[in-house]
């Protein structure tokens, strides 16, 4: 009897530890690191700390991922790729009267489309956001071709041969949002697991000696030389 239950122990241990073939895109995700100065480069020039670079850097990437989820969906259904820019309007919050106004089911979805950032808000504008997101989706897309992918594939197999009405768009902006905060969740692993293994605190924390010095320190250097 005792050999029976080590064996069913070691079977039940060893399937549990097998990776379900469609979330196979997620463990991938999770694992991947971005480099430090991958971070950089995202960040841009507005600061040469490279915690405050990465800590941008990370904070964008959660709209970029979305987007890419915005883009699959509509990909999905067969709407153009390029949405309309639109003032920001937290979700849920479209009156009856603005969704009885619109007759198209094309029209509906653009109305009722989420939005993960507010463009009139912080240090972006409304063009400036879309350049912005445009290099963080595109950087996905290189180093992390799994995001689109396990978009694709799950919101596919969500909508089916569905009739695509007013309800499948509404069901299909909830099935969305469950992919983006599993892509997330994945990505945000990613972020934790390379910063504990790869980096450490001093290393984020430095900052350029030329910076770091001001003229008179410099010259205090010099003098020290001397000496």
């Given amino acids: 009897m005792w050999p029976t239950i080590f064996i069913f122990l070691v079977a039940y241990s060893h399937a549990k530890s097998i990776t379900p073939p469609e ?43 979305a987007d890419i989820g915005l883009e699959e969906l509509r990909y999905a259904i067969g709407f153009p790729l390029v949405r309309p820019w639109k003032p920001f309007v937290p979700e849920n919050m479209h009156t009856e009267a603005e969704k009885a106004a619109v007759s198209t089911i094309e029209e509906y979805y653009d ?24 290099k963080f989706v595109a950087f996905l897309d ?33 099935k969305l949002w469950e992919i983006t905060k599993k892509v997330k969740e994945a990505q945000s692993k990613s972020y934790s697991k390379c910063s504990r293994d790869d980096l450490s605190t001093e290393s984020l924390m430095k900052v350029p000696l030329t910076e770091k ?3 008179k320190e410099a010259e205090g250097k010099k003098d020290m030389k001397t000496v």
């Avoid at 979330?23 to 700390?49: R, W």
């Avoid at 969500?158 to 909830?174: C, I, Q």
């Fill in 213 to 215: 010095m001001s003229n």
């Fill in 142 to 174: 290189r180093r992390f071709p799994e995001i689109r992918n396990y978009y694709r594939k799950n919101l596919k197999t969500s909508l089916g041969n569905r009739k695509v009405d007013r309800d499948t768009v509404d069901e299909m902006f909830e």
């Fill in 111 to 134: 109305l009722m489309e989420p939005h993960y950032y507010d463009p009139s808000e912080d240090w972006f504008d409304g063009q400036k956001m879309k350049k912005v997101m445009a």
């Fill in 23 to 65: 979330e196979a895109d997620l463990v991938k995700i999770s694992n991947t690191c971005i480099t430090v100065k991958e971070y950089q480069e995202l960040a841009g020039n507005f600061t040469t700390v490279v915690i405050i670079q990465m800590y941008t850097a990370a904070e964008m990437l959660g709209p970029a991922i």
